[in-house]
């Protein structure tokens, strides 16, 4: 008993109560529903419904074609989008952090646009451009050389829209790894008779790798569990990705939700090894790169070949935001888009039908800003507690509550939805089928996304501050509200920013979780895509554009803060 | 029989009664397109009708609100919901629309949760219907409207078919020259040989269509082996499988899969109203047909208004509002609104199945589908 005392005193803390709170609530909304949907891969009925234990379902997925086929093409499209990806973010972050080439100060934010754009309207968008049928890039190119060498809906056009869509990811992390790093190393190599491309190939690349390493396995990650840029690509053609495949297992009738289940398990270990790996990664490179001094970067000066470089990266900018987006809008005011669009089809009438009749639009533009801006409040709020207890308490457990908190991030949005379907179908609390339950899946999975900017603000704050309030007789609430968290504003906002962009085009989980009244914007557009409603999906995918350019720039511009730094 | 040879065959007095008809209306401010399409209006509702639907509209007020669940063209189930609240102010009438199996996905999901949301569900997968009979699922309630539908596809205390669609196959005239249509169902699988076809035609896909499911389903029926030889064929040709048919029809226009093997009758009806370049045929040999009941959910959560509902769906009035929406057929014995360019019952050769045996086949039917059809995909990717 008095071995036991000093820990049940330890556990009675006000922080380790809260460790175990917050645990507890990350627990019941991640933990729980993956652990039933586990169980579930071992049954053969749907749930709730009592069945014996088996691996036949186990024995049915790894004997059959279909599953393999869909791994191979998840596994083809993944490395395809990560090689693409990485080579364009890579190429950009060098020529912007590296060369003389003029203006890339004011091209950083329009570089980083697509982080902010859903890759699912990036897919639709470019079906209008580079569709072998009607695809008016194809038609330009038919009608000057007589051929139409495109075609999106093909495993190369899912790896085109992934690598395009993804390869931010790989610039900001790069260009972050660049501007920190000590350049004396290639000063010092180009000084001992190393020409350029020898100091970048045996120094630069090399310092640059795990930085490389981790956005590799970031893109590769996130285009495994890709769903919306494989169904509007893949899914008429019976082309089949993993997470395409769970979707047909859940649409069909009736539904497989054992098989579901099940490859949804393959998924969670693949994805979720994949990212212990990356996590090992970054953690080596904040090792090397994070420390007290700045460096300014040694600049290559290129003579001639720096406008080639520009024009890369307005190529860039063109092909990536303004001709598939600009497409996307000209596409909502055409009754019928083709490879050589008829001004006689210019029509208001699209915009008439979703503004005006169509009674969905409304209900999910107001569903998509209350998850959006709601939820992300909510999981600022919980992702700031947390980062508080993890950094500066001694709380009992507060490994496991970051460990804990992170964990969501392996878990594919897909994946999250049949467990949340396994899970909440038959609970007692009535959330299933109504909006909490989207709130609750969208807030347990993204957490991550906002802890991570918010732990490493509270930990460029020096800790006297809130000592000083502590020794003056404040509470720790008290503390933690009236000192820390204004102090926290930066990244508490940029969190935010973050989670909101994420929140309003979030597609995979919301698919298999919404309702009738529990519509959100992009599941509506997924609806009318699959109605084959093309040019009204384009009015509701432009207006939740320029719904988020709004907020953005709102908040940007309240709380004064660069957009560069939300992501970084 | 070939929808468009039909008005084409008016003869040169009927064609100027035709035009003179549609241009005085025109004049006189009449939409056309309603004089020559709309037939008689709407049969006002019988007396015990109406006895009833006053007795519960002042229940269904109490509950405020009724959700349909359908799987017709999105503007079918806005049209019959406006109108609706438009003559029961007071309850309001929440419309989603899914695919016939996305409806029914969703309504065995929240009925298993006991989270019932669905108060009337109406899809073209009759088979469910008659499980859903038999399961309890469905109210028991007999209309007082249900006797004015078809007796084959109604049971009076619990569903009628408020719609019944037809497949035919359709083309593009931009892309496709009448001559080369094929115009059998044979023919649609002889052309697949034909590298021009590759990648060319588009087919239903079973797993996600009812539609698409019954014309699997029947085309076995009745012609056996021979059947799955021609699905086997348009696997091989790299056919695109659509569940839903709005996104084949957008293909279709697109130029994408300019032929559609299994297109859908108020598609084509909307289509070729619209004055778009499309022409379709109905194969003599025959034709499926997927009827398209509503019934109530036992389990409603607003008990009156889904009776109020379901009486206002079946009644004439609520019938031709969902037709004109949806450009669709209707199972009413007086047959609705009286489209161009859509066939009626009679004009076709119905391939006659057993859905209550199509039901207890569908699980066998779709893994054939997949190995039959998967095969001969995976040849065509070589």
Redesign the interface.
Known sequence: MKRIIPYLRLLCRRDSILVIVIAAMISITVIYPLSIMVVGTFKST????PSPFSLDNYVRMFSS??FWEALGHTIWISVGGTLLGVFLGVSMAWIVTRTDTPGVSKLEIPLIVPFFLSPFIGALAWTGLA????GIINGWFDAIFGVRPFEI?SPWGMIWVMGIYYSPYAFLIVSGTLRNMDPTLEEAALSSGANKFQTMIRITLPLMAPGIMASAILIFVAAAEQFGIPSVLGL???WFVLTTRIF?F??????DYSMAATVAMMMLIFTGGMVLVRNRILKQREFVTVGGKSFRPHVIPLGKWRYLTLSYLLGYIFLVVILPFGTFIAISFFR????YPKMKYLTLENWHYILF???TTWVAMKNSLFLSIGGAIIAVLISAVIAWVVVRTKAFGKDILDAIATLPVAVPGLILGVAY?WA???SPI?I??TIWILMIAYVSRFIPYSLRSIESTLRQIDKGLEESANISGASWIRTFWSVSLPLLRPGLVAGFILLFVTFIRELSCSILLY???SEVLSVTMF?L??????PNLAAIGTLQLILTAVVLMLFSKIFKIRITEVVR | MDSKKNLLGFNRREFLKVTGAVGGATLLGINPFDALTAGAAAEPMDSVTLAAQEKLYAAAKKEGEV?L?QSS??QAG?AL?KAFMKKYPGVKC?????????C???F???R????D??DVLHTS?YP?FIKYRGDGVLMKYASPQAKYYRDDWTDPEYYAPVRFTTMAISWNTDLVKDAEAPRTWAETAAICKDKRWFGKI?IGDP??G?TSLTQLYSCVVKWGDTAWDWWRAYGEA?A????????????M????YPLSLEQLDYRINKAMEKKLPVNSHYPSEGVAVAPGPAGINAKAPHPNAAKLLYNYFLSSEGCQAFQKGGYSNTGRKSGGIKWNYLPSMSELNIIDIDYGQMEKDM?GL?KKF?DVF?AG?KKSRG
Not at chain 1, 336 to 339: E, G, K, L, Q
Not at chain 1, 529 to 534: A, E, N, T
Not at chain 2, 240 to 251: C, I, P, Q, V, W
């Open positions: 749907p749930p709730g419904e074609d279909w569709s072998a049928d009607y809906f008429n053609q019976q047909y859940l649409q069909e009738y009736p539904q019928y888009w083709s490879m009749e169509y009674p379907m909440w179908i038959r009535p299933y089928g309702s009738s009244g609806d895509w699959h109605d084959g409603m093309f | 959700t669940y063209a999105t806005h919901g929440n419309v989603y629309r899914g695919g016939s199996t996305k029914h996905v969703k065995d999901t929240e298993r949760a006991g989270k949301i669905c997968l469910a588009s797993h996600g009812a790299n695109g499988t659509f569940a839903s048919h709005g996104a084949m029809d957008k293909e226009m697109a130029g994408k699980k779709l997949d998967g995909k």
